[in-house]
Structure formats: structure tokens, C-alpha cells
């Protein structure tokens, strides 16, 4: 079983390929501190190459880069950072599920600079904030994330990284399928519906995945 917070997952590579967020932001992210503790945590390696961003921290990127899509600055993302941080007593407050309930006005309040004048305007900033954190699943009683869905693949057919399957490659959310499982396939020449009968889903569901990585490959 994969430790969320002590495992490496991934290499800084591989996260900010699947997080589509560029290699020199992230590793900036990987070396910046706020409230004493990494901005994106990141553990040790036995050997050059291994993975080192365990699955919390691909969870921090994620969110991150979320607030980078919301128009913060970095001096804001490191005051969002520190403020929920000692808000919540934990070095991962960016990633508690607190911040998807109770959690949200604190971290409006305490980090969102002038987007919180939001709240006064036409979109609440509440549902601004929760249009990202709802790509991030806890399991019922865990106040910390299991699972990320991947943006950048369709809502209809879910893909998610998730550490207790596919060894941190995406998967199919429905039945833990890795992605790559897929397109190999694919690209060796089966058909989208031998596919689908293969691994149990609509050809529907295989077309839209195998459009979705090509459309991120060119």
C-alpha cells in the first residue's frame, strides 16, 4: 500500500505532464517554502530517477496551480499557503477537505487578495473556489485527498490518479484501467470496439479518451 504522504509517486516530471503545469514552475514550487514547510512536498530518493512527489504533493500542485488559474499572484499563493496551513494545524492544509467545507472562507479570507471582492459581485467566490476543489475526492471519514481527477480529460468519461491503483499512472476512474492500457492498443491498430469489449466499457467512452490524448500530444 502506497503511503499518500511518505511514498514517492511520481517523478516532478511526470506530475507536471499530468498536471500540465511547466517544469520550471513546478520545481519553483518543489524548492518554495511557506508557513516552514515545502510549498509542494517532496521526499527523498533511494536512487537517481526514482519517484519523489508523493501523492499529497501532486494534490498541493494541483491546487496550486488551480489558484494560478484564479489570477494569484505567487506572493498571494504563499499567503493562501501559509494562512490555511496555521488555520488547520497542518503542514497539507492546502489539500484538507476542510477547504472544500468550513474551510473555504477562511482561505478566502486569509488568501485570495482581491478576489475576494468576488463574493460581493455576480459569482460567489465560494463556488469559483469549489469549481476546482470538486476535481479532488476524500474518502468518508479521511480529511485528506485519495484521488485527483485530470482535467484535461472529459467529465464523461472520469480519469484519475489515484496511488492505490495504476502505480500513479492515470486511470480510468469506472474500472482503474490505465489510460496507457488503452491508447496502446489503439495505436497498435485494435479497434475502438474491441477495446471497449475488452475492458468492459461503451466505445463511446474509449473514442473520447483516445481523442483527448491525441489532442494533448499535438
Not at 45 to 56: H, I, K, M, Y
Not at 139 to 161: C, E, H
Not at 177 to 186: E, N
Request: proline content about 7%.
Amino acid at each position: 500500500m502506497i503511503d499518500r504522504f511518505t511514498d514517492g509517486l511520481l517523478t516532478p516530471s511526470e506530475t507536471s505532464s499530468y498536471l500540465q503545469i511547466p517544469h520550471s514552475t513546478l520545481h519553483s514550487w518543489l524548492r518554495g517554502k511557506a508557513a516552514g514547510a515545502p510549498l509542494v512536498h517532496r521526499v527523498g530518493q533511494e536512487r537517481p530517477g526514482q519517484p519523489s512527489v508523493p501523492f499529497v504533493a501532486v494534490a498541493e500542485a494541483y491546487v496550486l496551480r488551480s489558484l494560478r488559474d484564479l489570477g494569484l499572484r505567487m506572493s498571494e499563493i504563499r499567503e493562501s499557503a501559509e494562512a490555511v496551513r496555521a488555520a488547520f494545524d497542518t503542514p497539507y492544509g492546502l489539500v484538507s477537505k476542510r477547504i472544500a467545507t468550513d474551510g473555504v472562507d477562511i482561505f478566502v479570507e486569509h488568501g485570495l487578495g482581491d478576489l475576494r471582492r468576488a463574493r460581493d459581485g455576480q459569482a460567489p467566490l465560494h463556488e469559483v473556489v469549489s469549481r476546482y476543489l470538486r476535481y479532488l475526492s476524500w474518502d468518508a471519514g479521511d480529511d485528506f485527498p485519495s484521488s485527483l481527477q485530470l482535467r484535461q480529460y472529459p467529465d464523461a468519461v472520469p480519469v484519475v490518479i489515484d496511488p492505490r491503483f495504476g502505480h500513479g499512472l492515470p486511470v480510468i476512474e469506472a474500472n482503474r484501467v490505465p489510460v496507457k492500457a488503452l491508447t496502446d492498443l489503439w495505436e497498435a491498430g485494435e479497434t475502438v470496439e474491441d477495446i471497449a469489449y475488452e475492458y468492459e466499457m461503451e466505445p463511446e467512452q474509449v473514442e473520447l479518451i483516445c481523442r483527448a490524448v491525441v489532442r494533448l500530444a499535438a
